[in-house]
Structure formats: structure tokens, C-alpha cells
């Protein structure tokens, strides 16, 4: 079986998300709505 594994790891670099991709989290996490009802939870995303 041929060595699929490297023995040092290289060093990852720093990433950051764009302003676009934190702007689209927050305005479906504010959009977002959970309803919960005996046993069952409902996701309700309002636009």
C-alpha cells in the first residue's frame, strides 16, 4: 500500500472570511426562526 501520509504538516495560514460572507450569516441568523412544539421544532427562515 503506497504512503498517502506526510510525515510534517505544512503550517497553515491565517484565513479571514470576507465582509460579504459575514454579512450573509447575520442576516440569516436575524431572518431565522425557531418554533418549538411538544416534540417537534420547526425552521421557519423569513425574507
Do not use: D, G
Amino acid at each position: 500500500m503506497a504512503k498517502i501520509y506526510f510525515k510534517h504538516s505544512k503550517p497553515s495560514k491565517k484565513m479571514s472570511p470576507k465582509k460579504e460572507t459575514i454579512n450573509f450569516l447575520l442576516s440569516y441568523s436575524k431572518a431565522l426562526q425557531v418554533f418549538k412544539s411538544r416534540s417537534l421544532t420547526f425552521e421557519c427562515v423569513a425574507n
